[in-house]
């Protein structure tokens, strides 16, 4: 039996990344509920959601790269 490895460090990489955000929102921006209240919290998170989006664009400039060089090496494989 074969094994990918490369799709099993990209399936790794997102379930950390997706955990690392998860318990970002919910813990962090929790705490500050619990602590300060939902005004503090609605600004917690907008920090947050700021500070994630140059991270974002980042990643799906890279994506696009990636994209393209596969596309013009004829690389059909994901």
């Known amino acids: 039996m074969a094994r990918n490895l ?3 460090a ?3 990489n997102v379930r950390l990344t997706v955990g690392f955000i998860l318990l970002l929102l919910i813990v ?3 705490l500050i509920y619990f602590f300060y209240g939902k005004g503090a919290a609605l600004a917690g998170l907008l920090c ?7 991270l974002v ?3 799906l400039v890279l994506i696009g790269m990636e994209w ?3 596309r ?6 994901s």
């Open 6 to 8: 490369r799709h099993y």
């Open 48 to 54: 947050v959601i700021s500070g994630l989006v140059p």
């Open 28 to 30: 962090g921006d929790g």
């Open 72 to 77: 013009s090496n004829g690389d059909n494989e």
């Open 10 to 12: 990209r399936q790794t």
């Open 68 to 70: 393209l060089v596969k």
């Open 57 to 59: 664009l980042v990643w």
